[in-house]
């Protein structure tokens, strides 16, 4: 029986000829992340072990970024821990205020991420760097810590749905709503435990900051993984990025999978995730009442690179956010900050009435920089909309693409760019 | 390896805010954890389970935040293997990582009923309800997660090698 992609990278980490679902492996790691949250943890159970170094000072990613800089003295301890851990074991990728972006957006970007990887991280939305054909996935701490120490996982094979996609997008559909949509249909545990595989001639009509969007989004599926194909694109970021040697893996022609769905983006619209789960999708001309925002976000691990930014520049250029409304922009990374500022983007959102941060997570989890008082409503490029995710748990969380973020912000109300004569 | 003991049934969707509700994780100690286990759902199991003892449900058990105190919470109380029709994925690896056997078995998850008395040999990954008299075939579990269990948890089982 032939192997979906994720099978065959996971067969040859394990030094296997073939793997097959349900079978528990043990493979072999390219990289082990931790943020500011749950690197302390893994560093905690690290000491408990009698191996006192890391396996690979170069595979391990340690990232400041939830709730830096330090927002109170509790994050101020925590990222003091992983500090001096990074120290000590001279750690290669250590990102600090200065250097450091959220997570999921600054790894590809510095090259850490390639085709053919193993990747585990002690964040859920490790998934991401399937966008470049890597496997990879969220994990619980004591697996970061024992993947730190020991440069190994296990995993149990999943089995795969099949992602069909076919057509192209009309010009305000980006890649969130390609996945809010995928969401809708098969629900936040449509994908639980399995690999969701995209494939099609449609991908070509899908920037790399689409495809991260899409991958981020997998595990709002209760994937494992998600993961593209390597294409011209892909290549075309990797030689960019990095300089790691990348290694293409293709699904054999006879794997099996457990469900298949043909996507034509051509028929996708706006699509907006209500509260409080993310497959609680409605398209934007399926939403008739006026729905009244205090805020827009437009940032995270999901929507904050450098495309999304300039969607979102392209819409607010020479508008107005709404009075009383607040407009919160967060470039993902350092770099993605300095070429929004080089391209002028930055100038467009302040002076539309935005602000504009330094790269953190920081309101996506309720953090700090847009903490939600009771009964408001925001909309935001975020991926998780769960009760109390932003700020108090009678605020309110819409999940959505930066264009409709933006084209919000200046209706006060969730809009499309249609609405802007746009 | 074996496990033996008498079941605590369980249904759908048990997720790890009931198995160790979140107003004690101001706690680390297994042993205090363990005392507030599955309350929410079911005050009596902490009196009545008995060191070995099994716990069964049905789909999606461990759902929800990902607290490795859940599984913590679970094995300090006693019990000594969870068989379920499917587990939620980080649950499923703390508690492997924690040296928690877990097996998934729908047909076993679905027949078992509490208090039957049931056996499970983790080299076969055969289940037996010695009550029913009926035997199932759940996954074995390989050589080297048999190990992570025996040495109670990954961070043992590093050390060991
Ligand atoms: S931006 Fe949000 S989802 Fe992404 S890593 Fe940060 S907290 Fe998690």
Same mark, same amino acid.
């Given at each position: 029986m032939g192997m979906t992609m994720t099978q065959k990278i996971l067969a040859v980490h394990a030094g296997l000829d073939t793997v097959t679902?349900?079978?528990?492996?043990?493979?072999?790691?390219?990289?082990?992340?931790?943020?500011?949250?749950?690197?302390?943890?893994?560093?905690?159970?690290?000491?408990?072990?009698?191996?006192?170094?890391?396996?690979?000072?170069?595979?391990?990613?340690?990232?400041?970024?939830?709730?830096? #800089?330090?927002?109170?003295?509790?994050?101020? &301890?925590?990222?003091?821990?992983?500090? &001096?851990?990074?120290?000590?074991?001279?750690?290669?990728?250590?990102?600090?205020?200065?250097?450091?972006?959220? &997570?999921?957006?600054?790894?590809? &970007?510095?090259?850490? /991420?390639?085709?053919?990887?193993?990747?585990?991280?002690?964040?859920?939305?490790?998934? /991401?760097?399937?966008?470049?054909?890597?496997?990879?996935?969220?994990?619980?701490?004591?697996?970061?810590?024992?993947?730190?120490? /020991?440069?190994?996982?296990?995993?149990?094979? #999943?089995?795969?749905?099949?992602f069909n996609i076919i057509g192209k997008p009309s010009k305000w559909v980006s890649g969130k709503d390609v996945i809010l949509h995928i969401i809708g249909m098969i629900g936040v545990d449509g994908a639980l435990y399995k690999s969701m595989e995209f494939v099609g001639e449609g991908l070509s009509n899908l920037s790399m900051d689409d495809r991260f969007t899409i991958a981020n989004m997998a595990i709002e599926a209760g994937g494992k993984n998600g993961i593209f194909p390597v294409d011209d694109k892909a290549i075309a970021y990797m030689e960019e990025h990095s300089k790691r040697p990348y290694k293409v893996y293709e699904a054999d022609a006879d794997a099996e999978y457990e469900e298949e769905y043909t996507i034509d983006l051509s028929t996708l619209e706006p699509t907006i995730a209500f509260p409080h789960l993310p497959e609680n999708t409605k398209t934007i001309s399926e939403i008739k009442e006026d729905i009244v925002i205090d805020q827009a976000v437009i940032g995270s691990c999901t929507n904050g690179r450098i495309d999304d930014l300039r969607c979102a520049a392209e819409i607010l250029k020479g508008q107005k956010v709404k009075k009383n409304v607040r407009c919160i922009v967060i470039p993902a990374t350092q770099s993605i900050y300095l070429q929004a500022m080089e391209e002028g983007l930055l100038k467009i959102f302040i002076e539309a009435g935005a602000v504009v941060s330094t790269p953190t997570c920081g309101p996506c989890l309720g953090g700090y920089m847009g903490i939600l008082a009771e009964g408001e409503r925001c909309i935001s490029t975020t991926n998780r909309n769960f009760v109390g995710r932003m700020g108090h748990v009678d605020s309110e969380v819409y999940l959505a693409s930066p264009a409709i973020a933006a084209a919000s912000a200046i209706t006060g109300k969730i809009s499309a760019p249609a609405e802007l004569g746009l | 390896m074996n496990a033996k003991g008498t079941v605590f049934?369980?249904?759908?969707?048990?997720?790890?805010?009931?198995?160790?509700?979140?107003?004690?994780?101001?706690?680390?100690?297994?042993?205090?954890?363990?005392?507030?286990?599955?309350?929410?759902?079911?005050?009596?199991? =902490? %009196?009545?389970? %008995?060191?070995?003892?099994?716990?069964?449900? %049905?789909? %999606?058990?461990?759902?929800?935040?990902?607290?490795?105190?859940?599984? =913590?919470?679970?094995?300090?109380?006693?019990?000594?293997?969870?068989?379920?029709?499917?587990?939620?994925?980080?649950?499923?690896?703390?508690?492997?990582?924690?040296?928690?056997?877990?097996?998934?078995?729908?047909?076993?998850?679905?027949?078992?009923?509490?208090?039957?008395?049931?056996?499970i040999d983790f080299d076969s990954g055969v289940i037996k309800d010695i009550t029913k008299g009926t035997s199932y075939q759940g996954q074995a579990f390989p050589p080297f997660m048999q190990k992570i269990i025996k040495a109670e948890g990954l961070v043992n089982y590093i050390n060991n090698k």
């Open positions: 679902a349900g079978q528990l492996i043990e493979a072999d790691l390219d990289l082990v992340l931790g943020n500011d949250i749950t690197s302390p943890v893994a560093i905690h159970e690290m000491d408990k072990m009698t191996v006192k170094t890391v396996f690979d000072k170069d595979k391990v990613a340690l990232v400041m970024d939830h709730f830096i #800089p330090n927002k109170d003295i509790k994050s101020a &301890e925590h990222c003091k821990c992983v500090r &001096e851990f990074a120290c000590k074991h001279d750690i290669t990728n250590y990102f600090d205020v200065g250097q450091m972006g959220i &997570e999921h957006a600054l790894l590809p &970007e510095q090259g850490l /991420t390639v085709a053919g990887d193993v990747i585990i991280g002690a964040d859920s939305h490790t998934c /991401t760097y399937g966008a470049l054909g890597a496997f990879s996935t969220g994990v619980g701490s004591t697996d970061m810590a024992a993947g730190m120490a /020991t440069g190994k996982a296990w995993f149990k094979v #999943p089995s795969a749905i099949k | 049934k369980y249904g759908d969707n048990v997720d790890t805010d009931v198995i160790i509700p979140a107003r004690y994780l101001n706690s680390s100690d297994p042993a205090e954890l363990a005392t507030h286990c599955m309350e929410d759902i079911d005050k009596e199991f =902490i %009196n009545k389970v %008995n060191k070995g003892d099994i716990m069964v449900a %049905n789909k %999606n058990f461990g759902c929800g935040s990902s607290r490795e105190h859940a599984p =913590i919470a679970i094995k300090a109380a006693g019990i000594s293997c969870v068989i379920a029709e499917t587990f939620a994925r980080i649950f499923y690896r703390n508690s492997i990582n924690i040296g928690l056997p877990i097996i998934e078995c729908p047909e076993a998850a679905k027949a078992i009923e509490s208090g039957d008395e049931v056996e």
